[in-house]
């Protein structure tokens, strides 16, 4: 016989109350989990998608909020948008590569889907994009789509077939290869039809650029100021408010299901207060065949612990479970990529488990710190004298 | 006659600390000696339970002093006083008192489990199941090792309760009203079982309303009003 085997025995005793009580902890550990995997998937796949800009900064209207900033590094639509006629006074000066994006929605096959129009060859060969399946655009005004490799596979699309945007019917001449970035659920059209498409004609939504020399960023800003009334961010400037916004996010979530974590851990001492006067006399016994306090002190703990170790254990499978079902889910309804990194393929994060797991440890242990001072605490004969 | 194993000097037991005080104790002294057979008699309500608590380490006394073995366990700190009743004294209670969810077996291993270290024998897991398995054959229950207290008779337990009591060898073994719960033909079978513990050099301590019982006692200790005197 040994202390583990004699704390085992009292837990499994009362199989509803430990599996209720289990319950409480592990939920509250799921949401925690499912939150903290969600915040670090978005954390990721925003930076990931940043980097697939292949941009050094972005130009932007000058009153962007920051919403906006978020759908620029995600490759959604934005709501503010520029003159097309800024674009060419950016587009010649010197040392500047610039390309123009217009972003917009639409349904295609009856899901919304972000439809952005471009500059076909000025794009391609800023983007570095190759091809997986059929051709890319042969000139500016041609009347079709290239549509991204994840795209084509969700909504069941092959090369030659048609789609309809807005009433009006596109042939998919291509298919990009993957790039794992936002791409890869994107329809593009050459601008000029886009334009007339969403009758956005003279409007674009914001400018990616690349510089001939990094350490001059700050003459091609003020060169770019001058001659439009923009805001120019760097990638990492972006990337950096955006983490900002994401991290804010992801405190309050993380509170929330602190919450919910604390109301678990007030079920841990409800169950564990409840064992000790319901188990008084056995504290007794305990005692009276020469258990010290510090004993008793240890059976209460370990029980503790132990609802907080396999609550812990409990709570990251339901939370993992949750967080690709929610990204996944998220990622269907809202043709949103966001939180594509929460999926089985991003793999699972190692961090989030070891932490998720002492946390829900050190919550129970300090949850069973009172009752197993109660506990403890008890004399031997008031304790045997229990009726 | 042996030294005394067992000796209180003026002990005394003062319940509650509001206005209401029951005196349960007023200057107990006695002497029991190593090897003896002794039981308390004493209707109930009279202090026979708190003086067992007392000499048993359970408790301590308002006043006076208990002494086992020569040491005054009335000064030792709680921790002491658990490795002495760990090491020294096997309780046996009127209720049996055996941890429901573990197998007669387990109990008395768990007994074990706090007398490590004691010299009188040897630690490590399979010492303990071999002795624990003995001690269930000294009582005559080899075969119910493994059933868990509510698949035995009252008679059963109480023996398992002994059996526990011997877990680490005490010199002393303290029982209270170990028949009182039990038939007749159990408590036949029981007594049986101390008398022979007894036999083997263990000094018994049995409280009692059972006037059969301490006929056969060496000494019987008659309690009233918390006063002690010896029939």
Request: some cysteine; glycine content about 8%.
């Amino acid at each position: 016989m040994n202390t583990i085997k004699l704390v085992c025995r009292n837990l499994f005793r009362r199989k509803g109350r430990f599996v209720f009580t289990l319950l409480g902890i592990s939920i509250g550990m799921a949401s925690f989990v499912a939150l903290l995997s969600l915040g670090g998937s978005m954390r990721g796949e925003v930076t990931r998608q940043a980097q697939a800009m292949g941009a050094n900064f972005m130009i932007m209207p000058e009153d962007i909020c920051v919403f906006n900033l978020i759908a620029i590094v995600t490759g959604e639509t934005i709501s503010e948008s520029l003159p097309h006629e800024i674009f060419e006074r950016i587009e010649v000066l010197d040392g500047i590569t610039v390309i123009p994006h217009l972003t917009q929605k639409a349904a295609v096959k009856d899901v919304p889907s972000v439809i952005v129009g471009i500059l076909p060859e000025e794009t391609r060969s800023f983007r570095e994009w190759e091809m997986e399946e059929g051709e890319y655009f042969a000139y500016q005004d041609e009347n079709a789509v290239v549509i991204g490799s994840d795209f084509a596979e969700r909504r069941g699309l092959n090369v030659g077939d048609e789609v309809t945007i807005r009433n009006e019917q596109f042939t998919v001449k291509g298919m990009l290869a993957p790039n794992h970035s936002n791409d890869d659920m994107t329809v593009f059209l050459p601008l000029s039809v886009a334009q007339r498409l969403f009758e956005k004609e003279g409007v674009i939504s914001y400018m990616s650029a690349k510089v001939d020399d990094m350490a001059k960023m700050e003459q091609y800003e003020a060169a770019i100021v001058a001659v439009a009334n923009v805001q120019v961010a760097t990638d990492e400037q972006l990337l950096g408010s955006v983490l900002a916004i994401l991290g804010s996010v992801n405190i309050t979530l993380q509170l929330v299901a602190a919450v919910a974590l604390i109301a678990a851990a007030f079920g841990i001492i409800n169950t564990m207060m409840t064992a000790v006067y319901e188990r008084r006399r056995e504290i007794g016994i305990l005692r009276a065949i020469g258990g010290k306090r510090r004993d008793v002190f240890r059976v209460f703990m370990l029980e503790s612990g132990l609802y907080g170790l396999f609550g812990g254990i409990a709570g990251v499978i339901i939370g993992l479970s949750a967080a690709v079902f929610a990204g996944e889910f998220i990622s269907q309804i809202g043709a949103n990529d966001l939180l594509k990194g929460a999926s089985p393929q991003a793999g699972v994060d190692v961090s989030v488990i070891v932490t998720a797991v002492l946390f829900s440890l050190t919550v129970s242990i300090g949850a069973g710190l009172y009752p197993a001072w109660k506990a403890a605490k008890l004399t031997p004969v008031e304790a045997i004298s229990y009726e | 006659m042996n030294k005394s194993i067992i000796k209180t000097e003026n002990l005394e037991k003062i319940y509650g600390k509001s206005k209401v005080k029951t005196h349960a104790l007023k200057g107990v002294n006695m002497e029991i000696p190593q090897g003896s057979f002794s039981c308390i008699i004493g209707t109930s309500g009279h202090g026979k339970s708190t003086l067992m608590h007392l000499i048993g380490g359970l408790d301590k006394p308002t006043a006076g002093k208990v002494f086992i073995d020569d040491v005054n366990i009335s000064d030792l700190s709680d921790n002491k006083l658990s490795c002495l009743r760990a090491k020294k004294i096997g309780f046996v209670f009127q209720f049996f008192n055996l941890l429901q969810n573990l197998t007669a077996l387990e109990n008395i291993q768990t007994a074990m489990m706090f007398g490590r270290g004691s010299p009188r024998r040897q630690s490590g897991f399979a010492h303990e199941r071999q002795r624990a398995l003995e001690l269930l054959e000294l009582v005559g229950l080899s075969d119910k090792a493994n059933a868990k207290p509510n698949e035995m008779s009252g008679g059963q337990q109480q023996r398992v309760s002994i059996a526990r009591a011997l877990a680490n060898d005490p010199d002393i073994l303290l029982m209270d009203e170990p028949t009182g719960n039990l038939d007749s033909k159990s408590e036949k079978e029981v007594l049986e079982h101390i008398f022979k513990i007894h036999k083997t050099g263990k000094t018994v301590v049995i409280v009692t309303h059972n006037k059969e019982l301490a006929a056969q006692a060496e000494m019987v200790f008659e309690i009233k009003d918390g006063t002690l005197s010896i029939t």
